[in-house]
């Protein structure tokens, strides 16, 4: 039973665009969520996290929303950059589970010039 | 600071064989965690140690297991090596827990043949 799902395994934009990365959750009990990015033969990368309590977080270009009735998380990041091109990887966590992270299977995104 | 750092970053076992996979986290962090990551799937969380105490345990096999010494450093071994179980293994470490965002080292890349 996949709890976090990210339901684009690959995604490309253009730099200068918007980059929307989408994450659902079925657990209702989830009250952190957590992004990560990760290149290629190295180890995740924290980014940015959100608190169930709030529905928006921003940190420079990042911003994550999170759409509690719908059980839905998005990332977004403005304006993609090279750099940017990674996997990233969604993830929650819920008190009653002592705060493991569960994952979602990541989306890649690729930053096209 | 020294980030995470894992040894050793490549390993080619027989099945069969065991397997001890080394972590040390940053300096002043009493948390680490264990996943392991194969192609196409999210990160699948193994256990976690804090101050020497297993805090949360995944959902793997006896097979797997791990201690952590008064040093924080952690070690994960896998006894009994089936090919299923090549796959990156990830360290990560924090000061209190997951959701204070991780530190993840490069890996441990593990092959079964």
């Known amino acids: 039973d996949q709890q976090v799902k990210q339901n684009s395994p690959s995604l490309s934009v253009q730099e200068g665009r918007i980059s929307i990365l989408n994450c659902d959750y079925t657990?209702?009990?989830?009250?952190?969520f957590l992004w990560y990015k990760k290149y290629p033969a190295e180890g995740p990368t924290f980014l940015i996290s959100?608190?169930?309590i709030k529905d928006k977080n921003e940190d420079g270009r990042f911003t994550v929303f999170l759409n509690k009735s719908a059980k839905h998380l998005s990332l977004h990041i403005v304006p993609s950059q090279p750099g940017d091109s990674a996997v990233y990887f969604c993830?929650?966590?819920?008190?009653?589970?002592?705060?493991?992270?569960?994952w979602g299977a990541g989306t890649k995104l690729i930053i096209k010039p | 600071k020294a980030g995470v750092t894992q040894t050793p970053r490549y390993l080619i076992k027989t099945r069969g064989q065991q397997v001890t996979l080394s972590c040390s986290p940053i300096?002043?962090?009493?948390?680490v965690s264990w996943y392991q990551q194969t192609p196409g799937q999210g990160l699948q969380f193994l256990f976690e140690y804090f101050s020497e105490t297993q805090r949360n345990k995944g959902n793997f096999p006896g097979r797997f297991s791990g201690r952590q010494f008064s040093n924080s450093r952690s070690e994960m071994n896998v006894s009994t090596l089936e090919l299923g179980d090549s796959a990156l293994y990830l360290c990560?470490?924090?000061?209190?827990?997951?959701?204070?965002?991780?530190?993840f080292g490069s890996g441990t890349r593990l092959t079964v043949v």
């Open positions: 959100i608190s169930s």
């Open positions: 657990n209702s009990m989830f009250d952190y």
């Open positions: 300096s002043g962090h009493r948390s």
């Open positions: 990560a470490s924090s000061f209190l827990g997951a959701n204070y965002g991780y530190t």
């Open positions: 993830a929650a966590s819920a008190y009653d589970s002592n705060y493991q992270l569960i």
